[in-house]
């Protein structure tokens, strides 16, 4: 007792004194880890805390230097740059900080890297899956809420709330997913989105949907965190699905820890007084663009509440690139998806897209490019098209396809509409260096589900369904379009992010399963999956080359083929039954007798003339 007296009395002569307000100290260094043996040796690491940037910083371990220190307006901050020899043996360095008679001592741990599979890419073999976590299933009541985050509310009944979806209940409908045929699995972001609720619109709404992040370095606790991601990630391996993470590199969430304390003003994209993005891509693409335009478009920021990075201060650049590189080494990610890829600065961009490439070869990225016409989504990806900036995106999300598929089923046949627009848009697939590698889909997370859209026609919903699964490209899948679920975005988003029937606690249905699914929902279900199955099966499908017809009177054919299959792709969007004549497709049929209806297992016995339902779309295997 007497001991402790003294100590305080000290301690109150200290902070009197002003000493204890000068130590200097280390409270975060990110990465929060790195590993030995990357391809890459060099390594920022950031340094916060008091004073931190007053220190003189040694590091002393066989194989690590630091090459030099940085400090930053912020007297906060450092930022060390080291590198690690090949032969470095993993373990603890030790930074020693030293100011005057005050030294401390931070801990920083370099793993071996491990085994286990990563970065592998995901192709036009796959079909990818697109869940939001919060909203798919719920399999963790225990961390639905916390008193100690700035918005401690889940409530199912609030749409624009948290509901309780995590991790651990997107692990238990792996087997579900499975069966489907799907073969990736991309949720919307998964970093910790600390964020108060936001008045958007006039309601109070969550970051549930997570494109707020308040640390790089952690995994929403919501969804289970670093531990459950980890998990998740090795059970999807074992089980043979490859994991897309959803980037955000263009902004952050206002309650980041970092913005706090900003290292330095220009850490954010600042302005005299608040400017919005124009999110007019054009004034980047357009070759006859003004610098001014460019500048709102891709400084200008996102939304007031998303603080937009300055991707040209190369500490803010290093930062966001080593946290890409992180994620892919410690949780095992084997593709991007990249959201506002437009927004960022187009540089860094390529700068980030590099390292990745360099470290994990195989690893694919594909931004979200929201455009809508061929030449500006070319911008954004490989590209054969004479553009002064020229892209290294592997992939892309394809957005004109996207829009030209719904076109096609919503609007009359007619010279250029109907299912030309469909048609058309693949006619221009010259402009990309390698078409196959964008991401193709019906809706998603930001879209009026794909039934909707079509006035809830399920022989449109085949159709469409059958294109996304047999034209060129990645197929992605939005959460439960696969079970019919519909909506358009009104009065709002959330209309379209609905609760997966049968992921939470309590639900009177399950959809998950095949009882608890009406008749229509589970034709729509049996539909995706024997097509997915059978493209899985069939390399003609990922790998094969695409010929189109011209479409004619309501009618375009189709064919993916390779050295051991043709796959012909006959769809009717007319409201009657017709017979086709197949003559004009001899440069593909000829040599072929018979056929095989993928979906219905039926015969065709004369390729001649081949009977067309009203509205649908017929895969069939050519036989010889
Ligand atoms: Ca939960």
Redesign the pocket.
Known sequence: MKKSILSLIIMLQLVGSGVLAQQAAIQRINPTNWWVGMKNPNLQLLVYGPDAGSLTYTINYPGVRLLKTHTAENPNYAFLDLTISPATKPGTIKIVGKRGSQMLTQPFVLKARDKSPKGQGVTAADFIYLAMPDRFA?G??S??KFADMADSNADRANPFYRH???LAGAAQHLDYLKDLGVTAIWFTPVLENNQPLTNEGGAMRSAYHGYGFTDHYAIDK?LGGNEAYKAFVKKAHDAGFRVVQDAVYNHVGVNHWILKDLPMKNWLHQWPTYTNTSYKYQSVTDPHGAERDRHVMLDGWFVPFLPDLNQSNPFVANFLIQHALWSVENFGVDAWRVDTYMYNDQPFMNRCNQALLDEYPKIHIFGESWVNNVVDQAYYTRNKIDFPFKSNQPGGLDFVLYSSMLDALKQKFSWDDGVNRFYQALAQDAVYQDPTRLVTFLDNHDTDRFLSVIGDDLDKYKIGITWLLTTRGIPSLYYGTEILMKNFKDPSDAEVRRDFPGGFPGDKENKFETAGRTDRENEAFQFVRKLATYRRNTPALHSGKLMQFLPQDGTYVYFRYDGAKTVMVATNTNDKELRLDTSRFAERMNGYSSARNVLTDQSIGDLKQINLPAKSALVLELIN
């Open positions: 719920n963790d009541e961390n639905d309780g979806g995590d919501r």
